[in-house]
């Protein structure tokens, strides 16, 4: 028996994937960032017109900018990874991502899914693979999650990824919830409601419970 966060300092962090783009990773980030006390690392950023993740993780969490790891890639189109790489002219190679060492666990921020191409050989679950971290995976609460959800569960407990749990974002659906905790056979962590406004405030008050959440023995 060894908590949630025991196996993510252990493992030098946590990894943080979704069912989707934009379901809430990066607020799901920061408050894991919050409750670790850790540091942030998006390493593949697309989209980077539009500013990026680690400036809103850096505003959540309230962390200086030393607590922020800068990306390995960094690609101006919102596409997904390897054609907004295609854009710039580059081509994401696997032996750039070393998982940087601060001294605390480090919440890495996937893009898009599980299945995310990265390159013309390599998915985003290669990612996770190489750097040997625990997986939380980010759900809509609503309809339709189910699925997207357990086929997420699926296909990393096939690369053998040690899955630590679901948060749910979105408004609450207590039978959803209950329906990816027994089909998933996975904990739900978290289900975090519609914040308004989203501000390090109610960030550190849920980062709080998130934390105890992780501190409980777990088999
Ligand atoms: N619980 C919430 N309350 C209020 N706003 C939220 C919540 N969760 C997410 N959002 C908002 O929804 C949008 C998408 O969330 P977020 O950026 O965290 O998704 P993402 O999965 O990180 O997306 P990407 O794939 O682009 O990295 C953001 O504008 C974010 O502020
Ligand atoms: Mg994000």
Same mark, same amino acid.
């Given at each position: !028996?060894?908590?949630?966060?025991?196996? =993510?300092?252990?493992?030098?962090?946590?990894?943080?994937?979704?069912?989707?783009?934009?379901?809430?990773?990066?607020?799901?980030?920061?408050?894991?960032?919050?409750?670790?006390?850790?540091?942030?690392?998006?390493?593949?950023?697309?989209?980077?017109?539009?500013?990026?993740?680690?400036?809103? +993780?850096?505003?959540?969490?309230? =962390?200086?900018?030393? @607590?922020?790891?800068?990306? %390995?890639?960094? !690609?101006? *189109?919102?596409?997904?990874?390897?054609?907004? %790489? @295609?854009?710039?002219?580059?081509? &994401?190679?696997?032996?750039?991502?070393?998982?940087?060492?601060?001294?605390?666990?480090?919440?890495?921020?996937?893009?898009?899914? +599980?299945?995310?191409?990265?390159?013309?050989?390599?998915?985003?679950?290669?990612?996770?693979?190489?750097?040997?971290?625990?997986? =939380?995976? +980010?759900?809509?609460?609503?309809?339709?999650? &189910?699925?997207?959800?357990?086929?997420?569960?699926?296909?990393?407990?096939?690369?053998?990824?040690?899955?630590?749990? +679901?948060?749910?974002?979105?408004?609450?659906?207590?039978?959803?919830?209950?329906?990816?905790?027994?089909?998933?056979?996975?904990?739900?962590?978290?289900?975090?409601?519609?914040?308004?406004?989203?501000?390090? @405030?109610?960030?550190?008050? &849920?980062?709080?419970?998130?934390?105890?959440? !992780?501190?409980?023995? *777990?088999?």
């Amino acid at each position: !028996m060894t908590s949630l966060a025991s196996r =993510i300092t252990s493992a030098g962090g946590v990894f943080v994937t979704g069912t989707d783009t934009e379901v809430g990773k990066t607020v799901a980030s920061a408050l894991l960032v919050r409750a670790l006390g850790g540091s942030y690392w998006k390493p593949v950023q697309s989209g980077m017109a539009d500013g990026g993740d680690s400036p809103e +993780v850096q505003r959540l969490a309230e =962390i200086d900018e030393t @607590r922020v790891h800068p990306p %390995a890639y960094e !690609m101006t *189109q919102p596409l997904s990874p390897h054609q907004a %790489a @295609r854009g710039d002219g580059i081509e &994401i190679n696997m032996a750039d991502f070393v998982l940087p060492d601060r001294g605390r666990p480090v919440v890495v921020e996937g893009a898009g899914g +599980v299945l995310v191409p990265l390159n013309a050989e390599n998915t985003m679950i290669d990612l996770m693979d190489q750097l040997q971290l625990p997986v =939380i995976v +980010v759900a809509r609460s609503g309809l339709g999650t &189910i699925n997207h959800t357990l086929l997420s569960l699926e296909s990393l407990r096939k690369r053998g990824l040690d899955v630590l749990g +679901v948060i749910m974002n979105g408004p609450r659906n207590v039978a959803n919830a209950e329906t990816v905790s027994t089909f998933g056979k996975v904990p739900v962590l978290l289900e975090l409601e519609p914040l308004s406004p989203l501000e390090p @405030r109610t960030i550190a008050s &849920i980062a709080a419970r998130l934390g105890t959440a !992780m501190e409980g023995e *777990q088999p």
